[in-house]
Every structure is written in structure tokens, then in C-alpha cells.
């Protein structure tokens, strides 16, 4: 087949990099794009926080009016009062030991040989953060062997694993749950007929008490309901991750939640307001407008000595000043979309009943505001509006319309918010099953299938019936 080359014309849709880094901007909640603002700060020489600055100054100042600026005398604004010994020492901030680190420590007291100390050390390295050992002793014998250069047998290991087996917190290195909870019992005290009968519900029992046949248990064992319950609650004092009952220096699972959107409600109006959190106010710095100013002559030339450093700099006052103007766009569009999502859940807004909520997708946001689909998707992405009610989620504001039998739309979070009540009052002893949540939910209007009703129920992270049994 001959090689030819020919010329085709077609049309075809791209995106700049400055439209990608705007939609890049978008996105970011308060607490990344403060992260963002300090990295183009570093990385952009001409870009610098304004301090102290008063809504007359807020303003955008072009190239040109920095340049009609009176100039002030460096040694006027030099503070001379420090000695050229003087060294800036780093303040050194330290999170704590991590859980590998703490176990190592234990380790320290144990009388093992420096070999042992490797291997366990290797082991202890191999516990993720939860707690559990989740690798077979064959593979990590291979790894230490690859790694260490050290010879063991998985028999060798388990030894040394029996060893971890009884550092804090109780329960670490466990391979399955039943192991986790039965070495945290082994460390406690079996000084009451419940925790012994816990613990042979755990060891003997565990695939029937997982599943929650507590009938079938409480007649194989010949206990009592009473008898049976204790038991049960001291089951329930253990941790099924013992990782973290260890927090010195380990992640924090519990997230921090800066509100994008501030939201006051008082004498019947609403007060929104855009939380700029600890986002720095940007300005271009003076110092290389005058540098420029500098290298052009009267005529307004530029020597061929000069041309490549007013070329740089002029870029970076260009890309900062396209920064800055993202940066103020950001917040336009995100004012724009929140006002419109404020004044679609006004009656939800003013009290946070959920019943009140009502139907609303990303299109009707977007044609409300002249906005694509996918820019509102990425605004109300990991956003949160703070309200004299709680901090919600933007996301979650978003339902799907149902049907009702006389052709009335409702939100999903009033069927989710029928079956969590229908769940809460159960009887613990016999829960509702999915198919009389769907009977309960079709006799007051709403036209749903089981397969709906499950999909909420998982929606709301509530096990099923089987799983939801008490004694």
C-alpha cells in the first residue's frame, strides 16, 4: 500500500489551558484553593497577598497605574533592628508516633534476639490501618527473605505473630474478625457468666451470631433471653478495628468541614455570603512592573540585552493577572449557582425540614442560571453551605422526582425519610421486610417497586431485616 499524504479540514472543539485551569478552579472546595492560591504564589514570581487592604483598593490596578504610582524610598520602608547573625530557625511540628511506630516501641520490651526484632518489626510494617494482618504468612516469609535477607518458616512467624498478638491496643495483627475479637477478650477478665458466654458465642458460634440467628443460638446453647442480651452487650464493647483505638499519630477519621457558603436566615430574609475561609487577596507585585518600566527606554524600545527578561516577566504578570481574574470569575459563578439552588429550597432553607425539600436536578440549576450542566456539577461538587440549621452538603440537596397516584411530584428524600421512621419504630424482633416497606409506601400514594425501596435502604446505610434482629 503506497504512502500519500493529504490535507483535511475539520472542525474541532479544544480547550485552552487556561480554560482547563478554570475549570480546575471550579471545582476546588475553600480549603483546597487556599492550598491552590499559596502554590501559584510560589510558583508565579510576580504574583503576592495583599495586606490590609480597604474596598476602595479592592479594585483590579492595571499594569500602567502602578507605574504612575509615587515611588517610595527603599530605606524608608526598611526596618534595620536585627544582626547579620541572626539565623531563622524553623519551628519543627511532629504528629505524634504513628501505630507501626508505637508497636515497635512495645517490641523494645520484649526480650527477642535482633533477628526476632527484624522479623516482627517486618511483620508489625505489613498491619494496615486498621488493625488486621491481611497477608499470608507464605508471602510475607518470601518478602523478608527478598527484603531482609533472613530465612524463616511460617511456623517461625506465627510465634513471633502470638508475640505482636499481645501488644496494645488488643486485637492488633488479627487475621479475621473472629481472631480480633476473641484477642481482645483473651486480655480481659472472664469474671462474669456474660463474658464467658460472649466469648463462646465468638469461638464456637460466630458464623450463626454474624448472621444474627439469635433463636437458633439461645436453644443450642440452653441460655435465656436475659442471659443471651448481656452476653450480646459485651460483645458489642469490643472494637472490630482495633487500629483505631489508636489515634496519637495515626489519620484523623473524622473530616474537616469548611462551609464554601455561609447562609443567615433572621426577620424573614436570607443573607448569603461567599466563606473566602484563609484565601489570600492576590495582587501583582509592584517590583517587576517597575523593573519593566526600567528596561524600556524613552522612545518605548527594549535593548536586545533586555528583551528576554521583559519577555518573562511581562508573561508572568500576564498569567497572574489571568489568575486573578479566574480566581474572581470562581466566585461569580459560584455566587450565581448557589443563589439559584437558595431560591429554588427557599421553604427547606428556612427551618432544614427535609419534607420541604423539593424536586431538583442539575438542568433545572442550569437553566435557571444560562450554565452548562457539567460547570453546576462541578460547582456543587464537594461544597457545603453552613446554615443556622447544620452544614449540609450541596450534593444532597439534589433528588429525584416521584410520582405519586394523584400525578404529584415529591422529592426521594420524603420516601427515604418515611422509611427511616417506619424502620426506627419497628419491632427490633421482627424488622420490616423490603416488601411490606413497599406496601406501606403504596398505601400512602407513593408508586414504588422493592427493588426501590432496597436501593434507599442502602441509600441510608441501613442493613436489611435479617441483619437488623434484637433480642
Known sequence: MAISQ???????????????????????????????????????????????????????????EYIREDDTPSYKSR??????????????????????????????????????????EFIVGSIDEDGYLRRDMESISDDIAFSLGIETSTYHLEELL?????????????????????????????????????HKIISSHFEEFVKKHYERLIVRLSVSEDEFRDAIDEIKHLSPKPGNLYNEGGMDTTPYIIPDFRLDYHDGQFDLSLNSYNIPDLRINRRYVEMIRDMVTADGSISENNKEAVQFVKSKIDSAKWFISAIKQRHDT???????????????????????????????????????????????????????????????????????????????????????????????????????????????????????????????DIPVARLRKQI
Open 6 to 64: 493529504r490535507q483535511i479540514q475539520k472542525m474541532q472543539q479544544t480547550l485552552s489551558p487556561q480554560q482547563i485551569q478554570m475549570i480546575k478552579l471550579l471545582e476546588l472546595p475553600a480549603i483546597m484553593l487556599e492550598q491552590r492560591v499559596k502554590q501559584e504564589i510560589e510558583e508565579n514570581i510576580v504574583l503576592e497577598e495583599e495586606e490590609n487592604k480597604s474596598e476602595e483598593e479592592a479594585q483590579n490596578i492595571s499594569v500602567e
Open 79 to 120: 526596618i534595620n533592628n536585627f544582626s547579620k547573625d541572626d539565623k531563622q530557625r524553623p519551628v519543627n511540628i511532629t504528629e505524634g508516633r504513628s501505630l507501626q511506630e508505637y508497636l515497635s516501641e512495645q517490641l523494645g520490651y520484649r526480650n527477642l534476639s535482633d533477628t526476632d526484632r527484624q522479623i516482627a
Open 162 to 198: 502470638a508475640i505482636i498478638h499481645q501488644l496494645e491496643p488488643a486485637g492488633i495483627g488479627a487475621r479475621n474478625l473472629q481472631e480480633c475479637l476473641l484477642l481482645q477478650m483473651a486480655q480481659r477478665r472472664m469474671d462474669t457468666p456474660a463474658k464467658i458466654l460472649a
Open 334 to 460: 459560584l455566587m450565581r449557582t448557589m443563589q439559584e439552588i437558595l431560591s429554588f429550597q427557599k421553604e427547606y432553607f428556612k427551618d432544614g425540614d427535609q419534607s420541604k425539600l423539593r424536586p431538583m436536578i442539575l438542568k433545572d440549576i442550569a437553566d435557571r442560571t444560562g450554565l452548562d450542566v457539567s460547570t453546576i456539577s462541578r460547582v456543587v461538587n464537594s461544597k457545603y453551605v453552613q446554615t443556622h440549621f447544620g452544614i449540609i452538603l450541596l450534593k444532597s440537596l439534589f433528588s429525584e422526582a416521584m410520582q405519586t397516584e394523584s400525578g404529584e411530584s415529591v422529592s426521594s428524600y420524603e420516601i427515604k425519610n418515611i422509611l427511616q421512621k417506619c424502620i426506627d419504630e419497628e419491632d427490633k424482633r421482627h424488622p420490616i421486610t423490603d416488601e411490606t416497606l413497599m406496601n406501606i409506601l403504596n398505601s400512602k400514594g407513593y408508586c414504588i417497586a422493592r427493588r426501590t425501596v432496597a436501593k434507599y435502604r442502602e441509600m441510608l
